[in-house]
């Protein structure tokens, strides 16, 4: 009796029917969602980051060409300006955009066509001093008084709006992960009482010979360590390819001219970034696992 019980487990096969096929596409594909989201969220909330750090301490003043090149020409205006900036406490710097380069920053939103054709505002760099405090109210009422028209922009609105962008990205991707995370759990208890439901006979005469509960779970977890590690590795290397892809053409498109207005590349993540990103198939890896062992072993017991 020993001996038939170490010849079958020996040749005890579990078979799923078309259940494990199925399941390995379906976890694939989960994975490669999943890390496409993870590499999504890194990369919005990195280019937030840059973006606040690079624009911490910068104003812009924008100064409209002057309808009239008299006595307020664009050259007074812009010397008005400017001298009301030297004066000012909290100024590290500024200097004037050339037009040329003013038409460089803007073609990529408006399009070489429109640029063309509008009267593009004098812009003003502003620096300020680390930790300065700058009234910038009164400080744009000075300007506005010299120049009309003229704007003093602290990026802060813009920086809330691409902030808020930012976050609801990254939320985004991590609810797809957890939402992706909870499918494959499902698929996996699916297909471990699948295919103790096929392979029922088979279990309960192991039982009857002796087989721990925990033997015939590790039997089906063996299973599906084999059925969807493989499909875990290739749904993300497909991932990672298709970032990567990605940011291939968006340097070619930037090389044609076509500058993106965020650079797009893989030095954009950081090495933790991309750590994160290859720990999402190991994760999904360990979860199947995991899944797939408690589901067979709360199968067995409710069986016994």
């Given at each position: 009796?020993?001996?038939?019980?170490?010849?079958s487990?020996?040749?005890?096969?579990?078979?799923?029917g078309?259940?494990?096929?199925?399941?390995?596409?379906?976890?694939g594909?989960m994975?490669?969602?999943?890390?496409l989201?993870?590499?999504?969220a890194l990369?919005?909330q990195?280019v937030?980051?840059?973006?606040s750090?690079?624009?911490?301490?910068?104003?812009?003043?924008?100064?409209?060409?002057?309808?009239?090149?008299?006595?307020n020409?664009?050259?007074?205006?812009i010397?008005?300006?400017t001298a009301?900036?030297d004066?000012?406490?909290g100024?590290?710097?500024?200097?004037?955009?050339e037009?040329a380069r003013?038409?460089?920053?803007?073609?990529?939103?408006?399009?070489?066509?429109l640029?063309a054709?509008?009267?593009?505002?004098l812009?003003?760099d502003?620096?300020?001093?680390?930790?300065a405090q700058?009234?910038?109210?009164?400080?744009?009422?000075?300007?506005?008084?010299?120049?009309?028209?003229?704007?003093?922009d602290?990026?802060?609105?813009?920086?809330?709006?691409?902030?808020?962008t930012?976050?609801?990205?990254?939320?985004g991707?991590?609810?797809v992960?957890?939402?992706?995370?909870?499918?494959a759990?499902?698929?996996?208890?699916?297909a471990?009482?699948s295919?103790?439901?096929?392979?029922r006979?088979?279990?309960?005469?192991?039982?009857?010979?002796?087989a721990r509960?925990?033997?015939i779970?590790?039997?089906?977890q063996?299973?599906?360590?084999?059925?969807t590690?493989?499909?875990?590795?290739?749904?993300g290397?497909?991932?990672?390819?298709?970032?990567?892809a990605?940011?291939?053409?968006?340097?070619?498109n930037g090389g044609r001219?076509?500058?993106?207005?965020?650079?797009?590349?893989?030095?954009?993540?950081?090495?933790l970034?991309w750590?994160?990103?290859?720990?999402?198939?190991?994760a999904?890896?360990?979860?199947t696992?995991?899944?797939?062992?408690?589901?067979a072993?709360?199968?067995?017991?409710?069986?016994?």
């Amino acid at each position: 009796m020993a001996g038939m019980a170490r010849r079958s487990r020996r040749e005890f096969a579990v078979s799923h029917g078309n259940t494990v096929a199925f399941l390995g596409w379906t976890v694939g594909v989960m994975v490669y969602l999943a890390t496409l989201a993870v590499a999504g969220a890194l990369f919005a909330q990195t280019v937030l980051d840059r973006w606040s750090l690079s624009l911490a301490g910068v104003v812009t003043v924008q100064v409209p060409q002057a309808s009239q090149p008299a006595s307020n020409g664009p050259l007074n205006r812009i010397d008005s300006v400017t001298a009301i900036l030297d004066e000012t406490p909290g100024v590290h710097a500024h200097a004037v955009l050339e037009n040329a380069r003013t038409r460089a920053l803007l073609e990529p939103w408006l399009g070489e066509s429109l640029i063309a054709e509008l009267p593009l505002p004098l812009m003003i760099d502003v620096q300020l001093e680390r930790g300065a405090q700058v009234d910038f109210t009164r400080l744009g009422e000075r300007i506005t008084s010299v120049a009309p028209g003229s704007v003093l922009d602290d990026h802060g609105l813009w920086l809330s709006r691409v902030a808020a962008t930012a976050s609801t990205l990254a939320r985004g991707g991590w609810i797809v992960v957890l939402l992706v995370g909870l499918v494959a759990v499902i698929s996996v208890v699916f297909a471990i009482l699948s295919g103790l439901t096929v392979n029922r006979d088979i279990v309960e005469l192991l039982k009857l010979m002796g087989a721990r509960d925990t033997y015939i779970a590790r039997r089906f977890q063996g299973h599906m360590v084999g059925t969807t590690l493989p499909v875990c590795g290739l749904g993300g290397l497909c991932a990672i390819g298709t970032v990567l892809a990605v940011t291939g053409l968006a340097r070619e498109n930037g090389g044609r001219g076509q500058a993106l207005p965020v650079q797009l590349s893989p030095a954009a993540l950081s090495l933790l970034d991309w750590v994160i990103v290859a720990a999402v198939p190991v994760a999904f890896a360990i979860l199947t696992v995991v899944t797939a062992r408690l589901a067979a072993l709360y199968a067995l017991r409710r069986m016994s």
